[in-house]
């Protein structure tokens, strides 16, 4: 049975979604992957499913309920310098996106900040629908990655995985993502990385910009 809370963002041909789309691209082995913005109230019940998750334990909100959910995102929708999006696999919601300015908020005062900096945070839906597929998470962080650097003023992508996930680690240095070091932040120990787009086109691309 189809959860009805999902449905509009669920249905492929959802034209506010279409019309709405930031980013699209195709991977030759899996397919179309795309970015739209997030609403969150109309997509509040599909990030509570993907959050609370047992595999979503890194996110930090195991124990938020729907109205929590919400309050975050609609808080976020509002912050000057933090915004999500939701990202689409062959038109179905299929992973989070949430960019945000380093040098105001997440990393404020614990890194060395350069202009063209920009923060990340990507969430994988933990049960998609069209089950396990090789090489999904990965082509999941390079759809993020061409979307962050479509901005031409952006130079570096920042991130601040917590220390034990050790998956997102491997997945960052796919990437290009260096690491840079541990740092100390309230809710984790991280390990800072960086990737530029030269680093980012070698290792997706074979070669720089």
């Given at each position: 049975?189809?959860?009805?809370?999902?449905?509009?963002?669920?249905t492929?041909?959802?034209?506010?979604?279409?019309?709405a789309?930031?980013?699209?691209?195709?991977?030759?082995?899996?397919?179309?992957?795309?970015?739209?913005?997030?609403?969150?109230?109309?997509?509040?019940?599909l990030?509570?499913?993907?959050?609370?998750?047992?595999?979503a334990?890194?996110?930090?909100?195991?124990?938020?309920?729907?109205?929590?959910?919400?309050?975050?995102?609609?808080?976020?929708?509002?912050?000057?310098?933090?915004?999500?999006?939701?990202?689409?696999?062959?038109?179905?919601?299929?992973f989070?996106?949430?960019?945000?300015?380093?040098?105001?908020?997440?990393?404020?005062?614990?890194?060395?900040?350069?202009?063209?900096d920009?923060?990340?945070?990507?969430?994988?839906?933990?049960?998609?629908?069209?089950?396990?597929?090789?090489?999904?998470?990965?082509?999941?962080?390079?759809?993020?990655?061409?979307?962050?650097?479509?901005?031409?003023?952006?130079?570096?992508?920042?991130v601040?995985?917590?220390?034990?996930?050790?998956?997102?680690?491997?997945?960052?240095?796919?990437?290009?993502?260096?690491?840079?070091?541990?740092?100390?932040?309230?809710?984790?120990?991280?390990?800072?990385?960086?990737?530029?787009?030269?680093?980012?086109?070698?290792?997706?691309r074979?070669g720089?910009?």
């Amino acid at each position: 049975m189809t959860d009805p809370a999902h449905e509009p963002a669920n249905t492929p041909t959802d034209q506010r979604a279409v019309a709405a789309l930031l980013l699209t691209r195709t991977d030759e082995r899996l397919g179309t992957f795309a970015v739209r913005g997030l609403d969150p109230l109309a997509d509040a019940g599909l990030l509570h499913g993907w959050v609370t998750h047992p595999k979503a334990s890194f996110w930090l909100m195991q124990g938020a309920s729907l109205t929590d959910v919400e309050r975050e995102y609609m808080s976020i929708a509002a912050a000057e310098h933090h915004d999500a999006y939701i990202g689409l696999y062959e038109g179905r919601p299929a992973f989070l996106i949430e960019r945000y300015d380093p040098a105001y908020i997440e990393l404020k005062g614990l890194y060395d900040n350069q202009p063209g900096d920009i923060g990340m945070h990507f969430l994988v839906d933990p049960a998609p629908a069209h089950g396990p597929l090789h090489g999904f998470t990965r082509a999941v962080l390079t759809t993020v990655m061409e979307f962050l650097l479509a901005d031409p003023a952006i130079r570096r992508v920042v991130v601040e995985p917590d220390v034990r996930n050790s998956a997102v680690h491997a997945l960052n240095e796919a990437v290009g993502f260096q690491v840079v070091e541990k740092i100390a932040k309230p809710e984790k120990e991280a390990l800072l990385s960086v990737c530029t787009r030269d680093l980012f086109d070698a290792a997706t691309r074979g070669g720089a910009r």
